[in-house]
């Protein structure tokens, strides 16, 4: 046992038999504390117990860890051995209290001393703030960030040195410092120097108040942290938040992220023509959102000029239609342009409203299709012979031809008429029309025995114009057809040159009830009643005609009678005359053949020159008008008590052909003779 020159304490003496455990006191003199150290902390081994101290010291703690340390919290150790011993503690942390006690250990195992405590100096410290307390950085830009600390100097601890350490998010997202800017001493702010690569600017100090640097060289759309530090002359070392002495694990600042630009491209455009009007699939993608991304807007740009393509230029809803993007950051709108044959210029845009960054994707072009053209009525109703074919009493079957191009096709084929507009147009005054997506259709619904002119028209995507607005393609004015539809049987008829006639049922057909006056073929294609198809030479005298001709009832005009039904009798037709030979060659025949088989003749469209059957059909019934005949020998005769009328059939005798007539006088019928066709009798036409 060491010897003790300390008189005044007692030492106790204790009999035993074996080994037993060490007995050791915390001394009781007052330690000198400074911020970061205890000095002279001791302690007294009496007894080693009759074993061999293989270890003694002083355990300790800071308060809020325990307030009895053992030697599994920190600890000094002294040399072996028993006796008074004296240790400094050091790397402790300012303004902190802390519990110790003695300890010795043999090999019965370790004994403790009472616990005792000091406190330390309490030293300047930081924190990581700034002075609007709406957190830790300010100034966010794409490539640089204010950041923010407070000190609070104490008495005897002044601040002399300031800085930041920054730390980067990688990868894996760990944060890994990548910068540790300081300046000491007397620095005049704000100050300007480069660290780690990074230029800084140190724009104030302070001993009690807010402190801060301009980091610049950051990346974009970076996430980082950092620490506040400053350096205390007494306490002589660098703090930081939550900084220890026994840790250099301090508290770093809330995670903040670098303004980003947003990245955009434009894509290719779809266009579907094939419908009412032209739509337009403009479409963009972001593909960098850029940050924060949340305040990242993009939309498509759309106009016929390529100058001044950019937001500058044009407001929302202008040209300009900001839209939502999809997970994926695609975005689309579809529009609708409202010019034909024009070229369009787009692209896709994206701005930031936080880093202020505005970008925009290639600038793609493409040409509007243009409106049909060459729209022309091109009805099967080609020529007046198929007019009954293709007319009835309430329709008239038409057919409208026009061009469009390929991708933009005729959406809608049609007529539109009238029955006093000769120049039709949709919405015209007095104008109707009717659509149909088959170029050939029947317009229906239409009044008996009226007169319509008619007009094709056409359009397509391309000839949509503005909100519920197209602009129609028509057939040029030379192309207007005049139709006038069947009447019904009972009703007037008028024929091409303007002369009445009553119409009724006889037998089993609608006949005219009285002679025609035709002076013309109705041969136009429109209707008319002005006398423009074909003049049928009028021969007077006794001159006859082997070509078609008509004559004066007994020689004298005045029998023929006016347009009006009530008087006269008509022309006398020679059977060329009556069927028109040599003047059409539609049937495969020498005369004006109907698409329906029959012979329009000098009758006028819709009717046509009665066969045998129908005059034998009508024969008993027949209302006949007395105009006589001319023979073969051109002799009139049976003016006032004989009429004589052509049929289109004919017969052979002894190699001679005749042609059927019925013959009818105030005493008998006839209907199966057969006459030459140079002589002239009347003509009366049957409805087909």
């Not at 250990?105 to 930081?126: D, I, L």
């Not at 990581?128 to 601890?157: C, E, Q, R």
């Not at 390529?306 to 900001?322: M, Q, T, V």
């Not at 192309?479 to 009703?491: A, D, E, M, P, Y």
């Amino acid at each position: 046992m060491e010897s003790n020159t300390n008189a005044a304490v007692a030492i106790p003496v204790r009999c035993v038999y074996g080994s037993s455990a060490p007995t050791v006191a915390t001394n009781a003199t007052t330690p000198t504390v400074t911020f970061t150290s205890a000095n002279s902390l001791g302690g007294n081994v009496y007894s080693n117990g009759g074993s061999s101290i293989t270890a003694r010291g002083i355990c300790y703690a800071p308060s809020t860890t325990t307030t009895t340390p053992t030697t599994s919290n920190y600890k000094v150790t002294y040399s072996a051995g028993t006796g008074n011993f004296t240790v400094n503690l050091t790397n402790l942390t300012p303004g902190v209290t802390y519990y110790y006690r003695a300890y010795a250990t043999n090999a019965q195992g370790t004994s403790y001393g009472e616990v005792k405590s000091f406190t330390t100096s309490a030293a300047s410290y930081v924190y990581n703030d700034n002075s609007s307390n709406n957190g830790d950085v300010t100034m966010i830009t794409k490539t640089s960030a204010k950041l923010w600390g407070k000190a609070n100097a104490v008495s005897g601890d002044p601040i002399s040195g300031w800085g930041f350490i920054l730390y980067k998010q990688n990868s894996s997202g760990t944060f890994v410092q990548v910068m540790d800017a300081y300046q000491s001493g007397s620095v005049s702010t704000p100050y300007s120097w480069t660290e780690d690569g990074y230029s800084v600017t140190l724009n104030s100090t302070s001993q009690n108040n807010y402190f801060s640097m301009t980091v610049n060289g950051l990346e974009p759309g970076a996430t980082y942290k950092y620490m506040a530090q400053i350096y205390c002359e007494n306490s002589n070392s660098w703090w930081y938040p939550g900084k220890t002495a026994n840790s250099d694990d301090g508290v770093k600042s809330d995670p903040f992220t670098t303004y980003k630009a947003p990245s955009v491209s434009t894509i290719t455009s779809e266009k579907d023509y094939s419908g009412d009007r032209m739509r337009i699939t403009l479409k963009g993608k972001v593909t960098e959102a850029g940050y924060p991304s949340s305040e990242t807007k993009q939309g498509i740009l759309f106009s016929t000029s390529s100058s001044n393509l950019d937001i500058a230029h044009y407001a929302i809803g202008s040209h300009r239609y900001e839209l939502s993007r999809n997970s994926d950051g695609s975005f689309s709108t579809t529009r609708v342009p409202f010019s034909a044959g024009t070229t369009w210029y787009y692209r896709a845009y994206a701005y930031n409203t936080t880093s202020k960054d505005t970008v925009y994707g290639s600038t793609f072009s493409f040409v509007t299709p243009e409106r049909p053209s060459d729209v022309a009525y091109d009805n099967a109703y080609a020529n007046a012979y198929y007019y009954s074919a293709e007319v009835t009493n309430n329709s008239i079957r038409a057919k409208v031809s026009a061009n469009a191009p390929t991708d933009a096709p005729v959406y809608r084929y049609g007529i539109v008429y009238s029955t006093s507009n000769s120049t039709p147009t949709v919405g015209g005054s007095n104008c109707s029309v009717q659509w149909n997506t088959s170029s050939t259709f029947y317009v229906t619904g239409l009044s008996a025995n009226t007169k319509y002119y008619m007009r094709a028209v056409a359009y397509n995507a391309a000839s949509y114009s503005a909100e519920n607005t197209w602009t129609y393609t028509y057939a040029p004015t030379s192309n207007i057809r005049v139709i006038k539809t069947k009447l019904n049987c009972g009703s007037n008829l008028t024929d091409q040159n303007g002369n009445v006639y009553q119409t009724g049922t006889v037998g089993s057909h609608c006949w005219m009830l009285q002679n025609l006056k035709a002076k013309n073929y109705d041969n136009t294609l429109n209707y008319s009643t002005a006398g423009t198809g074909t003049l049928i030479p009028l021969i007077s005298g006794t001159n006859g005609s082997d070509s078609y001709a008509r004559y004066n009832p007994g020689n004298d005009a005045s029998t023929v009678g006016s347009s009006s039904y009530s008087d006269g009798v008509g022309y006398l037709y020679n059977w060329y005359g009556a069927m028109g030979q040599g003047v059409n060659n539609y049937g495969g025949v020498s005369n004006m053949s109907t698409s329906q088989g029959k012979n329009q003749g000098a009758c006028p469209r819709g009717w046509h020159v009665p066969t045998h059957a129908e005059q034998v059909d009508a024969a008993s019934a027949f209302p006949a008008q007395y105009a006589g005949y001319l023979d073969y020998n051109v002799t009139y005769g049976g003016l006032g008590n004989e009429g004589d009328y052509w049929s289109s059939d004919s017969f052979t005798n002894n190699g001679a052909t005749y042609y059927y007539y019925l013959k009818k006088t105030s005493s008998s019928t006839t209907t199966s003779s057969g006459r030459l066709p140079k002589y002239g009798h009347s003509l009366r036409c049957v409805q087909d």
